[in-house]
């Protein structure tokens, strides 16, 4: 959640707002794990990966490029964001097997593994 937190703190200074929200998810999924509200399963930490992933190939890009077009990675930040938002709102008692809720959350993803 520190490191979430972190993130999303460095990105907003060097204005990369790509990485904010996905920092952002990442930090609120962190805060409802450690409050209770979720219990944490295999497919919580491939989507959480996942969302790594993505941002390490925000971080690969060049400066300008990143900053100047942002909006060009508007759709797939907002897949990855929707796709922690989606794991957040599950209750715990409907805790997803990693079967089921991988096929739903494969196409919000897909965007990782392209």
């Known amino acids: 959640m520190r490191a979430a937190h972190s993130i999303k703190g460095a990105a907003r200074i060097v204005q990369v707002d790509a990485v904010v929200k996905i920092a952002h998810a990442l930090e609120d999924f962190f805060m409802a794990a450690k409050q209770g509200a979720l219990q944490v399963c295999r497919t919580h930490v491939d989507v959480l990966l996942s969302a790594s992933d993505f941002m390490l190939r925000l971080s690969s890009l060049e400066d300008d490029v990143l900053v100047g077009q942002s909006s060009a990675y508007e759709k797939d930040t907002a897949a990855v964001v929707t796709a922690l938002e ?20 494969s196409a919000e993803m897909s965007v990782l593994t392209d």
């Open 86 to 105: 989606d794991l957040m709102s599950l209750a715990v008692s409907e805790a997803p097997s990693a079967n089921n809720y991988s096929e739903d959350v």
